[in-house]
């Protein structure tokens, strides 16, 4: 588990195909590596990989097929930056929100605008996943744990400080910059649970008005 509070601002240091999939290393700038581990959990741009090699500077990381199809790592190239964070402890200050790690599903930058001494992005996320941003609500962008301030349809809005900019990737995103989007963990399970025994029914599909009438949530 992770907070959405980067720790660094690493660079792709080499990127090796294996047979589908890929070895990544990582240099980790700033990020302290004195208590980490070989199978402890780094989270690159919003995904959890597993450190296989710990070369001094950075470390390794195996990314697998599935990893690559459902995020942007596969983009990724010598030199490109990449957000960093450490998995959580049980000492550590929960800054942001809780995240997994498990990227949910890819969306674009729309558009992005000075406003004061912020910035006003717009991103676009995947139709299936709308329904679990809400305003003021959590939500991860490349690992990074951020306040929703509107939504429009699939589209959503993110007034980003000058800390944030400087700390983060979000300084490269223009529109059309692909980045990995994480919803709330409790509006994913919430929905599961809400499904009650029909989560087991393949055929189900999701939350219904009859569903939520039965759960006492609408008349």
């Not at 994480?182 to 189900?204: F, H, Q, T």
Request: net charge negative.
């Amino acid at each position: 588990m992770f907070t959405g509070i980067i720790q660094s601002v690493g660079k792709v240091a080499a990127l090796e195909p294996r047979g589908g999939d890929l070895r990544l290393r990582i240099r980790t700038g700033k990020l302290d590596l004195a208590d980490v581990q070989l199978g402890d959990s780094i989270a690159v741009n919003g995904v959890c990989l597993t450190a296989v090699e710990l070369p001094g500077d950075g470390f390794w990381a195996d990314v697998s097929g599935e990893t690559l199809t459902r995020t942007t790592l596969g983009a990724l190239r010598s030199g490109s930056r990449v957000n960093l964070e450490k998995a959580l402890t049980p000492t550590t200050r929960l800054g942001g929100h809780l995240v997994s790690g498990h990227v949910d599903g890819i969306g674009e930058v729309v558009s992005r605008a000075p406003e004061a001494r912020s910035e006003r992005f717009v991103i676009r996320a995947p139709d299936t996943l709308a329904k679990y941003i809400a305003e003021k609500g959590s939500i991860c962008v490349d690992g990074i744990s951020l306040t929703v301030n509107a939504v429009r349809g699939a589209e959503f809005e993110l007034n980003i400080v000058p800390h944030t900019l400087q700390e983060t990737t979000m300084a490269d995103f223009r529109p059309g910059t692909q980045v990995n989007l994480e919803v709330d963990i409790i509006a994913r399970y919430l929905e599961r649970l809400l499904l009650g025994e029909k989560a087991a029914d393949p055929d189900a599909g999701g939350i219904s008005l009859a569903t939520l009438q039965k759960a006492g949530f609408s008349t």
